[in-house]
Nanobody, 122 residues
Framework: QVQLVESGGGLVQAGGSLRLSCAASGITFTSYAMGWFRQAPGKEREFVAAISWSGGTTSYADSVKGRFTISRDNAKNTVYLQMNSLKPEDTAVYYC???????????????WGQGTQVTVSS
């Protein structure tokens, strides 16, 4: 059974930082690219960042470039999202996902976590 379990969300003031983690089980972790998407209230889910199986390729949404960093530890079957200089518009539920290739569309990903809430206060 595939499980992607996110953690690390919470409430933070604007300008602050959070690090999200996603622990994967039930898959051969090194066979998958990993990604983060987010969904704000009343909005569609959107791409945030993705990383290849080796970590050698990363991709970011323009809205988070320079502020967020995606990384992975294949020994721990875990992917991370370091979020710095957070803004109120970053408030959303953040979802971890696994797929075959690095990409910015939902259809490229096969497995999804349940999400973790990130709230940024102004």
């Amino acid at each position: 059974q595939v499980q992607l379990v996110e953690s690390g969300g919470g409430l933070v003031q604007a300008g602050g930082s959070l690090r999200l983690s996603c622990a994967a089980s039930g898959i051969t972790f090194t066979s998958y690219a990993m990604g983060w998407f987010r969904q704000a209230p009343g909005k569609e889910r959107e791409f945030v960042a993705a990383i290849s199986w080796s970590g050698g390729t990363t991709s970011y949404a323009d809205s988070v470039k320079g502020r967020f960093t995606i990384s992975r530890d294949n020994a721990k079957n875990t992917v991370y999202l370091q979020m710095n200089s957070l803004k109120p518009e970053d408030t959303a539920v953040y979802y971890c996902t696994a797929g075959w290739t690095v990409g910015g569309t939902e259809k490229q990903y096969h497995y999804w976590g349940q999400g973790t809430q990130v709230t940024v206060s102004s």
